[in-house]
C-alpha cells in the first residue's frame, strides 16, 4: 500500500474513533431529557465543540487545504451532533442560560464568517490560508484541552476517578494517537500539535485512573459536583 492509501485508512479508523467521542455525552443528554432538567450541567463543552468543529471543518475544504475529505467528514458529524446536544440542552435549561447560550452562538457565527472573509479576500495561496486557518484551529484546541483541567483538579482533590470514566480517557488517547499519525503521514503541523497535546492528555487521564482506582467509592450516588463531566476530545481532526 502507498503513502495516500495509508494516511486514507487512518482516517477512517479516525473518523470512527470520533465520533465515539462525540456520542460519549449522550447518557447525559439521555438524563436531561428524562428529567426535563439539564440539572447543574453547563452547555460550555457543546458550544466550544460546535465551534471547533465548523473551524476545521473551513480548514478541510478545498479552498483552503485540498485533499482532507476526511477532515471535512468527521467534523460534520460533530457538527451536527453538537448542535442535537445544544438544542436538547436550549430546550430544557432556564432563560439565563438560553440567554447566554443565543449570544454565544451570535459570537460564533460572527467570528467563523469573520475567519471566512478575511481568510478567502486576503490569502489567495493554499498554503497562506491553511497556514491562517491552521493557527487559529490550533489556538483554539489549547484552550479547549485546558476544560479537562477542572476534571482533573477534582480527581485529584476527591481521590476519585468516578467521573472520569476510563472508556473516554482511552477514547481520547487513542483519537489523539489515530489522528497524530494521520498528520505525521503528510506532514501536517496544525492537526500534528494539538493531537499531540490530545495524546498526553489521555495518558495523564489514564494515569489518573490507575493510581485512584482503588480509592474511589463506586457505590457513592451522589451527583457530580458542579455537573463535572468528562468531556470528549477537543481536537477530532
Given at each position: 500500500?502507498?503513502?495516500?492509501?495509508?494516511?486514507?485508512?487512518?482516517?477512517?479508523?479516525?473518523?470512527?474513533?470520533?465520533?465515539?467521542?462525540?456520542?460519549?455525552?449522550?447518557?447525559?443528554?439521555?438524563?436531561?431529557?428524562?428529567?426535563?432538567?439539564?440539572?447543574?450541567?453547563?452547555?460550555?463543552?457543546?458550544?466550544?465543540?460546535?465551534?471547533?468543529?465548523?473551524?476545521?471543518?473551513f480548514?478541510?475544504?478545498?479552498?483552503?487545504?485540498?485533499?482532507?475529505?476526511?477532515?471535512?467528514?468527521?467534523?460534520s458529524a460533530g457538527v451536527l451532533i453538537n448542535v442535537t446536544f445544544c438544542t436538547i440542552f436550549f430546550r430544557y435549561c432556564g432563560w439565563p442560560c438560553r440567554k447566554k447560550m443565543?449570544?454565544?452562538?451570535?459570537?460564533?457565527?460572527?467570528?467563523?464568517?469573520?475567519?471566512?472573509?478575511?481568510?478567502?479576500?486576503?490569502?489567495?495561496?493554499?498554503?497562506?490560508?491553511?497556514?491562517?486557518?491552521?493557527?487559529?484551529?490550533v489556538i483554539l484546541n489549547i484552550a479547549m484541552y485546558m476544560s479537562p483541567l477542572t476534571v482533573v483538579k477534582t480527581v485529584i482533590k476527591t481521590k476519585s476517578v468516578k467521573y472520569m470514566p476510563i472508556f473516554l480517557s482511552v477514547g481520547n488517547l487513542l483519537n489523539g494517537s489515530i489522528w497524530l499519525v494521520y498528520a505525521s503521514l503528510d506532514f501536517d503541523p496544525y492537526i500534528m500539535i494539538p493531537n499531540v497535546l490530545g495524546t498526553i492528555s489521555g495518558i495523564i487521564q489514564i494515569g489518573l485512573y490507575i493510581k485512584y482506582n482503588k480509592t474511589t467509592n463506586w457505590d457513592d450516588e451522589e451527583e457530580p459536583p458542579n455537573g463535572v463531566e468528562m468531556p470528549p476530545a477537543a481536537s477530532n481532526a
Open positions: 500500500m502507498g503513502p495516500e492509501t495509508i494516511r486514507f485508512i487512518v482516517g477512517i479508523v479516525g473518523n470512527i474513533i470520533s465520533l465515539y467521542l462525540y456520542l460519549s455525552p449522550t447518557p447525559t443528554f439521555v438524563k436531561i431529557v428524562k428529567y426535563k432538567s439539564v440539572q447543574a450541567f453547563k452547555p460550555d463543552p457543546y458550544l466550544a465543540t460546535l465551534l471547533n468543529c465548523v473551524m476545521w471543518i480548514y478541510g475544504l478545498p479552498v483552503v487545504h485540498p485533499h482532507s475529505l476526511l477532515i471535512v467528514t468527521v467534523n443565543i449570544i454565544v452562538f451570535i459570537l460564533e457565527i460572527l467570528f467563523i464568517a469573520g475567519m471566512v472573509a478575511v481568510t478567502l479576500t486576503l490569502e489567495h495561496t493554499h498554503p497562506a490560508r491553511s497556514m491562517l486557518v491552521g493557527i487559529l484551529c
